[in-house]
């Protein structure tokens, strides 16, 4: 089989919302080739385990697994990371959160990513802010050994740190960003099967109305940010008024919503003090 008839047939067998993308994504890790292969080298044989492994792979995706966790890889911000099951896939829409952070960050600040994760917004952070000071948190094992494992293999000083929340947290902070769990519990459940089925619950249940996080995080924050530091949240679509809110009732000053490309509300940052 070559290189073309395989692209050809895994795209019309994969169950996929973008099934042109996922088979080429699969395709390429199988063959360690980049996107420019299929059209500069359609008749190039492809040996038969090579075969096998792509078709598995295709199998895998038509059960819902996500792709990231088929080829244990994804990218974000212009860098490859690490992703594995257990561990949230992060999601091209967070690169705003990241964008935000390095608008207002000042030199020198001390950077907090809490529910870190994969580490993408810390390592992004720091990979385009060598003068900041960057630390990451998170309470789960699997996320923290992916996230360190990221930052050897860029090379990146980045400290991470297991700690609940603010648990295992010392020091004051110049800016604390987070993208943490904010999904209300009841509507998981009606999540696609790629969401619900396989990433991990724990980093996507956010409460009855999905802003415990924002609540907890909010009112702890204080005691761990430097005056005038800011606070910045991915949010949900929705919550463009509710964790504004909680920013106000705390205190918090010169709160500021982000929408996204869609034009959804997605970021939301505000300073502490002052």
Do not use: W
């Amino acid at each position: 089989m070559i290189y073309r008839e395989a692209y050809e047939k895994g795209k019309s067998i994969i169950v996929s919302a973008e099934p042109e993308q996922d088979t080429l994504i699969l395709l390429e890790y199988v063959m360690g080739t980049d996107r420019n292969d299929l059209f500069l080298h359609p008749d190039r044989e492809i040996d038969p385990a090579s075969q096998k492994r792509f078709f598995e792979f295709i199998e895998r995706r038509n059960t819902g697994e996500p792709v990231q966790y088929i080829t244990g890889r994804t990218f974000f911000y212009g860098l490859e990371f690490k992703c594995r099951k257990g561990v949230l896939i992060p999601r091209f829409d967070t690169e705003i959160l990241v964008e935000e952070v390095l608008k207002k960050v000042k030199e020198g600040s001390r950077v907090l990513d809490m529910c870190t994760g994969t580490g993408c917004i810390a390592l992004s952070i720091k990979n385009m802010r060598k003068d900041l000071d960057v630390a990451g948190s998170d309470i789960d094992d699997t996320a923290l050994e992916t996230a360190m494992e990221n930052r050897d293999n860029l090379s990146l000083d980045v400290n991470f740190v297991k700690s609940n929340l603010f648990e295992n947290i010392e020091g004051k902070f110049d800016c604390l960003v987070s993208n943490p769990p904010y999904i209300e519990r009841n509507v998981i459940k009606s999540l696609e099967s790629t969401v619900k089925d396989f990433e991990p619950e724990r980093a996507l249940d956010g409460g009855e109305d999905g802003l415990d996080f924002y609540r907890k995080i909010i009112k702890d924050a204080k005691e761990y940010l430097n005056e005038n530091a800011f606070i910045f949240f991915e949010i949900g679509y929705d919550q463009g008024k509710s964790v504004p809110d909680i920013l106000s009732e705390n205190g918090y000053k010169d709160i500021k919503v982000i929408k996204d490309l869609n034009g959804l509300d997605r970021v939301v940052h505000a300073v502490f003090g002052g």
